[in-house]
């Protein structure tokens, strides 16, 4: 029989804190002997399984409270908290994840597990999972900080992004010069928020995603689209489920599919716009995640796509849902289960890329591709093969497993180990 209210969250609250009372008498993860580590499991695992099984007997109802009955639109991150606060010992307190961010990854609790077991359980319900994706399609309140400043002057500066508009095109161009355009959690604030002042600026028609010049010096004056995951931000605890892995696929790509959610129109209640994505150099892990939302995708004869997973221990994202959708299921297991670089000027990049050209000979196909996706009926016919080809509900599922699976695997050892090595290699 299902968990039930209130016995059971008090139940759960008391070995939520039994869990808590041990870990503080323990010394940090990586010190700890083989029998403090077995005592420290077993009793994780327990807790674990009241939590799921509270939250999947429970999901509609917590979060009709935490949003007065579904009136309140609350982004993940503000959701969590607010679960924190009014179920004690469902998810982990502020100050429980204060302390985890304060600490390398090897020596974390693993906290973020718990947030991945509730949201798993809120995504999957019928009436909570889908109010929860609208949430995070409305736009940021930083955008809607900048969006006057922005429509005035066409100009948007931050540390990741650089977005510009001319002629009706938003260019967004990633200029993390150093670090090859690695992503962490500023570049998905950054993305977030150019990707929202584009699609509400009646200004902008179409939208444009392409890396800068580097000034890294194995590619220094050369573009480069996008080199993945931060490892090293990883490594050293900088790389959240909630403000990283869940916020860069339920904001930034969730919204080039579907675009922006507003009160608007009677007739539609999200703002959409097509996409064209430019790939130089290499487009590598997250990078070659993007390119499965792009409405055209142009590629560098010299550039190269990849999808290191299995290399790096972790689920990229939502390509195990996409990408079959473009290559089918053999090459995408070659690349997501094996670690196979399809280079752009071989057969099987054109499943992934419209147009491979020349590297001199990019902007001038740049060009071509936002005039052709710069029509009248363009943006109605994408929303209704996006409606087809992505189906909000199904992707709401897969995102509601993704919460934990990733979780589970950014906390696995040899993740752990993996990025320990990578970091201690490249500093």
């Known amino acids: ?33 083989p029998a403090q580590r077995d ?80 949201l798993r359980g809120i995504l999957r319900a019928p009436k909570a999972g889908p109010h929860l994706l609208n949430a995070m399609l409305r736009p940021t309140p930083r955008a809607l900080r900048l969006l006057p400043e922005f429509a005035e002057s066409g100009v948007a500066r931050m540390e990741a992004v650089e977005l510009r508009r001319r002629d009706g095109v938003a260019y967004l161009t990633l200029c993390r010069d150093d670090c090859l355009n690695a992503e962490d959690a500023q570049q998905v604030d950054d993305m977030e928020t150019a990707v ?54 339920l904001g930034y790509i969730h919204k080039i599919v579907r675009g922006v959610f507003t009160d608007g129109s009677w007739h539609s209640k999200v703002i959409d716009k097509p996409w064209v994505a430019a790939v130089d150099s290499f487009a590598i892990g997250g990078g070659a995640q993007l390119l499965l939302v792009f409405d055209h995708v142009l590629a560098a004869s010299d550039a190269y796509i990849s999808l290191p997973a299995a290399t790096e221990g972790i689920i990229p994202g939502a390509a195990n849902y996409r990408l079959t959708r473009f290559t089918g299921p053999r090459t995408a297991r070659q690349m997501i289960l094996g670690g196979r670089r399809i280079r752009a000027d071989e057969p099987d990049a054109r499943l992934m890329v419209d147009e491979v050209v020349p590297p001199e000979d990019m902007d001038e196909a740049i060009d071509r591709a936002l005039a052709r996706l710069d029509g009248d009926a363009v943006p109605a016919n994408r929303r209704m093969l996006n409606l087809a080809e992505e189906p909000p509900e199904a992707f709401g599922r897969y995102m509601a497993e993704f919460a934990l699976q990733q979780a589970l695997r950014v906390y696995g050892k040899d993740v752990i180990g993996k990025v320990g090595r990578f970091a201690a290699g490249s500093a």
């Open 196 to 249: 929202d002042l584009a699609l509400l600026d009646p200004g902008v028609r179409v939208g444009l995603l392409r890396g800068g010049e580097m000034s890294h010096p194995r590619y220094r004056g050369r573009r480069v689209f996008c080199a993945g995951i931060n490892l090293k931000k990883l490594s050293a605890g900088g790389i959240s489920l909630v403000d990283f892995l869940l916020r860069r696929e």
């Open 39 to 118: 005592a420290v499991s077993s009793a994780l695992d327990k807790v674990r399984g009241m939590r799921a099984d509270y939250v999947e007997a429970h999901a509609e109802e917590i979060y009709a409270e935490l949003t007065s009955g579904l009136t309140r639109h609350l982004r993940i991150d503000e959701l969590v908290r607010a679960a924190a606060r009014a179920y004690p010992g469902l998810v982990p307190t502020d100050e429980q994840m204060a302390a985890e961010q304060s600490r390398q990854q090897a020596e974390k609790e693993g906290r973020e597990i718990d947030q991945g077991i509730f």
């Open 1 to 33: 029989m299902p968990l039930r209210s209130p016995l059971a969250l008090c139940a759960l609250t008391v070995e939520a804190r039994r869990v808590d009372d041990l870990l503080a008498r323990l010394p940090m993860p990586s010190a700890r002997t």
